[in-house]
């Protein structure tokens, strides 16, 4: 099965209980780096917002509550896409169901693109950066959220094994899919061990680009700028 096959099915599958799981499984810090990861954004007034792998639309509601009034989403999950939309029913905008790397709107569309715990899932994250360039305009800014392994060797060891062994046990038992919780740690050594996500930027063409760690280097947040 290829990346976008699996992605595909296990977001399409678990999408019900998604919400419920993402707020349970990090105790509700997930609210915190999405204000977080939005606030160091600095969005300008007027912004028009594209939210990549959008999932259900939190990342879209906390850019809502930053005064942002236009906003698209797009993502490769169409049972996503309708919660989404559901949940986004006043805000002007569109969702479209694609990938990152080749998304099916005009050169510099937007001032701004989100990304929130997606980048991991893209089949080629340099092809997705070099997207999110073509569709940016002059100025506009991407700001990625994205989990990573923590420096602190014992932070580390309590996240691994939350990770691998409570994450996954208590994933599978409340959304009924065996690889979904499975998938997520992997895909986070995965991406920690092989992914630079400031050199890639760099190399589709971005500049400014800002790095910031939150929570005792759980997550990172990266901005750039076109």
Known sequence: MDKRTQVKRIFDTISPKYDFLNHFLSAGVDFYWRKK????????PNSVLLDVACGTGDFAIEAKKHNVQIIY??????????????????????????????????????????????????????EGFKSFYRLLRESGKVTILEFRLP??????????????????AIGRLISKDNEAYTYLPESV?????????KELLHEAGFTNIEYHSLTFGLVQVVIAQK
Not at 37 to 44: G, P, R, S, V
Not at 85 to 101: F, H, P
Not at 108 to 121: E, K
């Open 37 to 44: 990861a939005l606030t160091l954004t600095k969005f300008e």
């Open 151 to 168: 420096k602190s060797k014992l932070v580390r060891g309590f996240y691994m094994f939350y990770f691998n062994r409570v994450l996954p």
């Open 73 to 126: 989403g797009a993502d490769l999950s169409a049972n996503m896409l309708q919660i989404f939309s559901d949940k986004m029913a006043a805000i002007k905008g569109r969702t479209v169901q694609s990938v990152a790397e080749a998304m099916p709107f005009k050169d510099s569309s937007f001032s701004n693109i989100t990304v929130a715990f997606g980048v991991r899932n893209f089949y080629d994250i340099l």
């Open 189 to 197: 050594s995965e991406f920690d061990k092989n992914i630079d996500l």
